[in-house]
């Protein structure tokens, strides 16, 4: 299983499941990281959290706990 937050800066990834419960779960999924949709690894603070990303269009955040949910191919 590789995750987003093992992805490398510039490259790209799908999603394939996000994982957690609750209110974890849908609050990545409300920012629109759903199953299907690229995203883009843009950059990583210096040190190494947040990430900021590119999904549909708008870039965004995350958290290295957060990023660590969502598996990705």
């Known amino acids: 299983m590789k995750t987003l ?5 510039g490259g790209t990834a799908r999603v394939v499941k996000v994982h957690g419960e609750g209110a974890v779960r ?4 409300d920012m629109g990281i759903t ?8 950059k990583v603070a210096p040190l190494g959290d947040p990430l900021e990303v ?11 706990e957060d990023a660590a949910r969502i598996e990705v191919e």
């Open 5 to 9: 937050r093992e992805t490398k800066i």
């Open 26 to 29: 849908r609050r990545i999924m």
């Open 35 to 42: 199953r299907g949709v690229e995203i883009k690894i843009n």
């Open 54 to 64: 590119t999904v549909r269009g708008y870039e965004l955040s995350l958290r290295k």
